[in-house]
């Protein structure tokens, strides 16, 4: 399957089976979700006379319900997501900036972190306002000064390995 992004015939992205990547991604986030459940009925199921192929099956099909509530929620929210970015500021600032790369021969997972490198400083002002927003809830006060990540700032900036679409979460 390929996706085109269009403006117009000139400019496209194609992004072979896009849509069946992130629905694969989101999936394996919510088995990923149930993983020490999963093990744990699995075990259960050993301790009590199953063979191994017979506990892991049945522990899929007892999880199963619980997996698809978590893949469609994580559905849910993306989508919620995609519509909030689509009429974003930020946003479309980004999404014009990597159709202008790819548009000049930049490879498309490139093109975007090149975007998303370029609008760093507007990115990082989020990342204060949710940072200021906790410590306000907290009752903490900034003091200046009291800065103790200082020096460890971007030590992996620049890292092109494809393994960042992997991650998930901290």
Same mark, same amino acid.
Do not use: C, P
């Given at each position: 399957m390929r996706i085109f992004l269009q403006r117009n015939s000139k400019n496209k992205i194609q992004i072979e089976d896009g849509e069946d990547d992130v629905f694969k991604k989101l999936a394996k986030y919510?088995?990923?979700e149930t993983e020490d459940l999963w093990e744990e009925k699995v075990d259960k199921y050993l301790k009590n006379g199953m063979s191994e192929t017979e506990a892991k099956h049945r522990a899929n099909r007892k999880l199963r319900?619980?997996?698809?509530?978590?893949?469609?929620?994580k559905y849910a929210n993306l989508v919620h997501y995609i519509l909030q970015?689509?009429?974003?500021?930020?946003?479309?600032?980004?999404?014009?900036?990597?159709?202008?790369?790819?548009?000049?021969?930049?490879?498309?997972?490139?093109?975007?972190?090149?975007?998303?490198?370029?609008?760093?400083?507007?990115?990082?002002?989020?990342?204060?306002?949710?940072?200021?927003?906790?410590?306000?809830?907290?009752?903490? &006060?900034? $003091?200046? @000064? =009291? +800065? *103790? !990540?200082?020096? /460890? #700032? &971007?030590? $992996?900036? @620049? =890292? +092109? *390995? !494809?393994?960042? /679409? #992997?991650?998930?979460?901290?």
């Amino acid at each position: 399957m390929r996706i085109f992004l269009q403006r117009n015939s000139k400019n496209k992205i194609q992004i072979e089976d896009g849509e069946d990547d992130v629905f694969k991604k989101l999936a394996k986030y919510a088995r990923d979700e149930t993983e020490d459940l999963w093990e744990e009925k699995v075990d259960k199921y050993l301790k009590n006379g199953m063979s191994e192929t017979e506990a892991k099956h049945r522990a899929n099909r007892k999880l199963r319900d619980d997996e698809l509530d978590k893949f469609m929620w994580k559905y849910a929210n993306l989508v919620h997501y995609i519509l909030q970015l689509r009429v974003g500021r930020l946003h479309l600032k980004v999404v014009k900036f990597i159709e202008k790369l790819v548009q000049e021969g930049t490879e498309y997972k490139k093109a975007i972190k090149m975007a998303i490198r370029k609008y760093k400083n507007e990115l990082d002002n989020y990342l204060d306002e949710v940072i200021e927003e906790r410590r306000r809830r907290r009752g903490w &006060e900034q $003091e200046d @000064g =009291d +800065d *103790d !990540d200082e020096g /460890e #700032e &971007e030590d $992996e900036e @620049g =890292d +092109d *390995d !494809d393994d960042d /679409e #992997e991650r998930g979460g901290r």
